[in-house]
T-cell receptor, first 110, second 112 residues
Framework: DAGITQSPRHKVTETGTPVTLRCHQT?????MYWYRQDPGHGLRLIHY???????DKGEVSDGYSVSRSKTEDFLLTLESATSSQTSVYFC?????????FGPGTRLLVL | QQQVKQSPQSLIVQKGGISIINCAYE??????FPWYQQFPGKGPALLIA???DVSEKKEGRFTISFNKSAKQFSLHIMDSQPGDSATYFC???????????WGAGTKLIIKP
């Protein structure tokens, strides 16, 4: 977890509202990732970034968008939250082959 | 072809015993195989990793065994301790992009 923070750590929201999760890293890593973790599915990649303003989709990107305006910050936005997006969201950054994860954000969509 | 299948889903082992978690993959282009350990309320952290040029890698009580022909790899935890209780994830990727494909995870409980 060292050097990577996520905010908020917990959030409850209502269906149809936009939600933005923030990931901040102090390691100056070029690559950053957003995952969701659900029981029985492991970690599934939502979006990733390979540099400032350079992002690409992962396997479960529908309903999510990302932005990276600075090396240290990677934002994940749920454009219109749905109950199926209730999950634990993890951000990671990568140096060489190793991914370093933040502590996660637990999101509940009612 | 992109899947990594992990088993068992959960595992209970007595203190001092050997914990074994297995993973299988299909994509022969994968050439990096890490194991991550996750404690409750925390993000996963790299535990140990292997590349296909070796059949085994050991770090302390943790060993990865790799069988390239069978497309399988496994994590062995020797002398398992209660502090090893965690969820373990295997993963695989290609050196070209290190985009990890994850197994579903194994919840390991070590009974004192």
């Amino acid at each position: 977890d060292a050097g990577i923070t996520q905010s908020p750590r917990h959030k409850v929201t209502e269906t149809g509202t936009p939600v933005t999760l923030r990931c901040h890293q102090t390691e100056n890593h070029r690559y950053m990732y957003w995952y969701r973790q659900d029981p029985g599915h492991g970690l599934r990649l939502i979006h990733y970034s390979y540099g400032v303003k350079d992002t690409d989709k992962g396997e479960v990107s529908d309903g999510y968008s990302v932005s990276r305006s600075k090396t240290e910050d990677f934002l994940l936005t749920l454009e219109s939250a749905t109950s199926s997006q209730t999950s634990v969201y993890f951000c990671a950054s990568r140096r060489s082959e190793t991914q370093y994860f933040g502590p996660g954000t637990r999101l509940l969509v009612l | 072809q992109q899947q990594v299948k992990q088993s068992p889903q959960s595992l209970i082992v007595q203190k001092g015993g050997i914990s074994i978690i297995n993973c299988a993959y299909e994509n022969t282009a994968f050439d990096y195989f890490p194991w991550y350990q996750q404690f409750p309320g925390k993000g996963p952290a790299l535990l140990i990793a292997i590349r296909p040029d070796v059949s085994e890698k050991k770090e302390g009580r943790f060993t990865i065994s790799f069988n390239k022909s069978a497309k399988q790899f496994s994590l062995h935890i020797m002398d398992s301790q209660p502090g090893d209780s965690a969820t373990y994830f295997c993963a695989a990727s290609r050196d070209s992009n290190y985009q990890l494909i994850w197994g579903a995870g194994t919840k390991l409980i070590i009974k004192p």
